[in-house]
């Protein structure tokens, strides 16, 4: 066996073995990645290589509107505003047959969408919405089956961390505006697709509804739900006009939400170191991952691992419709078990440079790979969206699974209709001319 | 020993939240003098990125000590505990490792070779060897930690501890 054959089984065995072992991720990428470099180069040169890429590889500008946003939702959690946006959608959807059910959905997503946070929005709309549900007579499981694959739509609406994350691993291929328009569309399309069930169950199982409510309330609570849903317009707006930067707009994100917060009497100026530091440690979680993740990808492109994968991949099998299913399927399975950010910055420079030879866009495969990367958020063994979810509902995860597969279901659908018709992803930045 | 850990918690958890505030008013100074004066100031974005990095593995060395990172977890929770405190230990062990051989002995080389290149910063006119030495500070705090929390494995997974 050649070297880069034993270097890449190293790199691959010993990455899985310390991640099935509960070494935590940042540093099995690490071990893993150094272990593999030093068969191939002396070891001063090759461990001050790893130590560099980890630097370099995190100083970056737009990288920064990771902490400011992660700052901005956390503020936003705190500062009273997801029960504005609770009964903003109450007082629009709530009177259907299964209203609440939608109501948790369009909050989610609404939440989701202004704090950038998956984890956010289901434990802040997950905590105030199951008690209410159940008294509606909703039983748990269901309604955390509604809450948890409605936190990750957030994902693809921006403003959204991982696509910041997977403009920085297509490595300028796609740009954050550009990103951040295309993902509107099939943010939405998922929300629907995951109202569509609840409609279906509601149906099926007779769910109640609430009271109609005059125009005179979906007023008020609009108006008092508006300057967080301003949020979205000045943050996307300004980035999608050219107004400021991603980063820019994020630290003006973070200056709004903490007016709100402190408006809306959520917080505190006291509390403000604490929030500093619980986001503090939230960003070293991604950036940490981030760090070696960029030490792996540079392993990669010194071993030629994309290019010996996208010929492969295209001497075996020439039709474009079942390669992009393969992808599909190892980044379901590699979702599974490992989380968002890692796996954006270890397969996109693996997949990207495939798929872009069969012509596919770069901002088009950004999103079906978040997309995808979602349904591994709701399922066992790891999904992180579906513990937070069984958490704040207090149930066991066992008890979710059953009542989540017909979402599920509906992912993949909808991942289906992302993968193979691109228009639902390009028709936005096309229309604004933005690549 | 709990005293230093205890001493070194809090003295990072104090940095990190200054670098994080001085950050936020960083960017929003860069947008706002851009708006109000029509022109930004050549280092707000250097030190933005600088401060990005020391936040990034200062931070990342502090959730060493809280073992906050990311991990996957479904097989370690089917361990007895017996086989807990001996995985809590391995693990450790090899953070520790990673962190001598790459931050500490690669990181202190990297800073060696920077400075001695003389590379300095475009806008603030740094040493970049001063940026990069929170690797080799870093490493030598996440080896601290490492030895902390496996002299309290034993003790702090029998008592169902975090």
Request: proline share 5%.
């Amino acid at each position: 066996m050649s070297i880069e054959v034993i270097s890449m089984l190293v790199l691959f065995g010993l990455f899985f073995a310390l991640l099935m072992y509960g070494v935590p991720v940042a540093y099995s990428i690490g071990i893993s990645t150094t272990a593999s470099l030093l068969l191939n180069i002396d070891t001063l040169p090759g461990i001050t290589t790893v130590a560099q890429r980890m630097t370099t590889g995190i100083d970056s500008f737009s990288l920064l509107a990771i902490p400011f946003f992660v700052l901005a939702g956390e503020l936003m959690k705190r500062g009273g505003i997801a029960n504005r946006l609770i009964l903003f959608a109450k007082s629009l959807i709530g009177s259907l047959p299964g209203g609440l059910g939608y109501v948790n959905v369009l909050a989610a997503m609404l939440f989701g969408a202004v704090s950038g946070s998956a984890v956010a929005a289901a434990s802040a709309i997950g905590s105030i919405m199951t008690e209410p549900m159940e008294d509606e007579g909703y039983p748990r499981p269901f309604s955390a089956a509604i809450n948890i694959p409605s936190s990750t739509t957030g994902l693809l609406i921006p403003p959204s961390n991982v696509l910041i994350i997977y403009a920085l691993a297509s490595g300028g291929a796609a740009s954050v505006a550009a990103l951040f328009i295309a993902g509107y569309l099939p943010g939405l399309l998922m929300g629907l697709a995951l109202i569509l069930v609840v409609a279906i169950t509601a149906i099926r199982t007779k769910l109640p509804k609430s009271k109609r409510s005059k125009f005179s309330e979906i007023f008020t609570h609009f108006r008092r739900s508006f300057f967080s849903l301003m949020l979205l317009v000045l943050v996307v707006g300004g980035i999608v006009a050219g107004i400021f930067t991603a980063t820019e707009a994020a630290a003006i994100a973070v200056l709004y939400a903490l007016i709100l917060a402190l408006v809306y009497k959520g917080i505190t100026i006291t509390d403000i170191p604490n929030i500093l530091l619980a986001s503090a440690k939230t960003t070293a979680i991604v950036m940490f991952l981030i760090c070696t993740s960029m030490a792996m990808s540079w392993l990669f492109s010194f071993e030629g691992i994309p290019q010996a994968i996208t010929s492969y991949m295209l001497n075996e099998f020439s039709n474009p419709i079942v390669i992009f299913l393969i992808i599909n399927l190892t980044l379901l399975i590699v979702g599974t078990f490992m989380d968002m950010t890692p796996a954006i910055l270890i397969f996109t420079p693996i997949f990207l440079p495939v798929v872009t030879e069969l012509g596919m866009h770069p901002v088009h495969f950004g999103i079906m790979m978040v997309l995808n990367l979602c349904i591994g958020l709701c399922t066992p063994p790891v999904g992180t969206i579906l513990f937070v979810g069984s958490g704040v509902a207090n149930i066991s995860v066992s008890d979710v699974v059953k009542p989540l597969f017909p979402f599920l279901i509906a992912m993949v659908i909808v991942l289906l209709m992302i993968t193979y018709i691109p228009a639902i992803s390009m028709w936005l930045p096309n229309l604004f001319g933005l690549n | 020993m709990r005293y230093i850990y205890l001493k070194l918690n809090k003295f990072i958890e104090l940095f990190l939240v200054i670098i994080f505030g001085l950050l936020v008013l960083d960017v929003l100074m860069q947008v706002g003098s851009r708006y109000i004066l029509g022109k930004s100031f050549s280092f707000t974005e250097e030190f933005a990125r600088f401060s990005l990095i020391w936040l990034s593995i200062l931070g990342a060395a502090y959730l060493n000590g809280q073992r906050e990172h990311l991990s996957m977890d479904f097989l370690y929770r089917k361990f007895s505990k017996e086989k807990q405190v001996t995985a809590t230990k391995i693990t450790e062990v090899l953070i520790a490792i990673f962190s001598l051989v790459v931050m500490v002995i690669g990181g202190f080389n990297l800073v060696y070779i920077t400075l001695h290149l003389g590379q300095l910063s475009p806008a603030l006119h740094l040493p970049l060897g001063y940026v990069y030495m929170i690797v080799p500070i870093s490493g030598l705090i996440i080896i601290f930690y490492a030895i902390y929390n496996i002299s309290i494995a034993n003790h702090s997974i029998k008592a169902n501890i975090k």
